[in-house]
């Protein structure tokens, strides 16, 4: 631990610069500006670095090694120490793009290529991945969209871009684990002008996964599930994560593949765009998940269509018997969410919410100890606090 005291940024910063590639310092240093940057602002230092000397490269590089060393207090083998380190760093940079006035969209790190997830852990989400199948698939509109949407996001302020929230995961109050999705932007002035469909699973193991965090207080990123959009061409899908003691989910912009070909397109797309999808079609999602909690709204889920889908396996089909198994078709309308949402007297008035969401979040004691606020309802319908099961929305952790 001696090596680990103030001092040792100074040595780290000497041994680094004994093996130092050049061409490698420099594009780490581009790359470690680029997500702090605007693109011009990181156009102009990248023309910078490339004009200094060899010496200059070296002072640059050591100087933000220091203040990595300064900052992060050292560097560690521990994973969980590390994950610390690395959830401090997020919040200064969060708070950084802030006081600049500055989203994620507005940086140069936005207009990067995508990077694929690495084998091993792809591989880990693949498999989660197919043991589930979907349970549900929800139809609606480009207006039933904006309706579900503004159930949470009315009311909240994003001060650095539309972040979702990770309180459903920490409750342990997601109602419905696994569905597919699909959007009719026909018509939309804003959207793509094309029937949007992707599939949100989340993890039968997520539960357990969560708790685990929650007992040995772990900083490490939890993956809890997988959103999968459907494109033309290609398959990718896009981890979701979330960390301890953060009220939102994380991403660090790495995208899930199903085959090679997959991969390798991947690195030929931007990352901002991608990102922006991933945020896209979890805003939908996330909406439902709070319907499904909504005290009134959740009447529209309440009598789906029942609808047969095969699922044979492979194999000798002759000596395999075809099962059949069921799945629940939801077609949502504007009408009836706005029926269900309001009194008869009250849209003779006006759109007003009986029943508002309160997101769940982290709270601080001047101990250090995080403890996690559940979300609830308030509102002239708060006291029907249930679930679309019937339970009691309100958890103790």
Request: glycine share 6%; net charge positive.
């Amino acid at each position: 631990m001696v090596g680990m005291r103030r001092t040792s940024s100074a040595r780290v910063v000497s041994c680094v610069l004994e093996g130092i590639d050049i061409a490698d310092a420099k594009a780490r240093v581009k790359d470690g500006y680029a997500s702090s940057m605007t693109l011009e602002e990181h156009k102009a230092f990248c023309e910078m670095v490339d004009g200094l000397s060899d010496k200059e490269i070296k002072e640059l590089y050591a100087t933000a090694t220091k203040w990595y060393m300064d900052t992060s207090g050292g560097i560690t083998n521990d994973p969980q120490k590390q994950a610390t380190v690395n959830k401090r760093l997020a919040k200064l940079h969060q708070d950084y793009l802030i006081a600049r006035g500055l989203r994620p969209q507005d940086t140069a790190a936005w207009q990067m290529k995508s990077k694929p997830l690495p084998d091993d852990i792809n591989q880990q989400s693949i498999r989660a991945i197919k043991r589930s199948n979907p349970s549900d698939y929800i139809y609606l509109t480009y207006q039933e969209d904006e309706f579900l949407i503004d159930l949470w996001e009315s009311g909240q302020s994003f001060k650095n871009g539309v972040l979702i929230p990770a309180d459903l995961f920490w409750a342990n109050t997601v109602p419905m684990m696994d569905c597919v999705i699909s959007i009719d932007e026909r018509g939309c002035e804003i959207g793509n002008g094309r029937i949007v469909q992707y599939r949100i699973v989340i993890f039968e193991e997520a539960a357990e996964r969560i708790k685990l965090a929650q007992d040995t207080e772990s900083d490490l990123p939890v993956t809890v599930g997988a959103v999968i959009p459907y494109h033309e061409g290609f398959s990718c899908y896009f981890p979701i994560t979330t960390i301890r003691g953060l009220d939102w989910l994380v991403s660090d912009g790495e995208v899930g593949w199903f085959a090679e070909a997959d991969k390798d397109k991947i690195k030929l797309l931007q990352n901002g765009s991608m990102r922006q999808e991933c945020i896209s079609l979890m805003e939908t999602w996330y909406g439902i998940q709070i319907a499904l909690l909504h005290p009134a709204v959740k009447d529209v889920f309440a009598h789906p269509q029942r609808t047969a889908v095969d699922s044979a396996g492979g194999g000798n089909h002759k000596k395999r018997k075809r099962k059949v198994k069921y799945i629940r078709k939801h077609i949502l309308t504007l009408d009836k969410l706005e029926e269900v949402s309001q009194s008869k007297e009250q849209r003779k008035i006006n759109r007003k919410c009986l029943a508002w969401y309160v997101i769940g979040h982290w709270r601080t004691y001047k101990s250090g100890k995080k403890v996690f606020v559940s979300p609830y309802w308030k509102g002239a319908l708060r006291n029907l606090r249930k679930n679309a099961d019937g339970d009691e929305r309100e958890r103790e952790l």
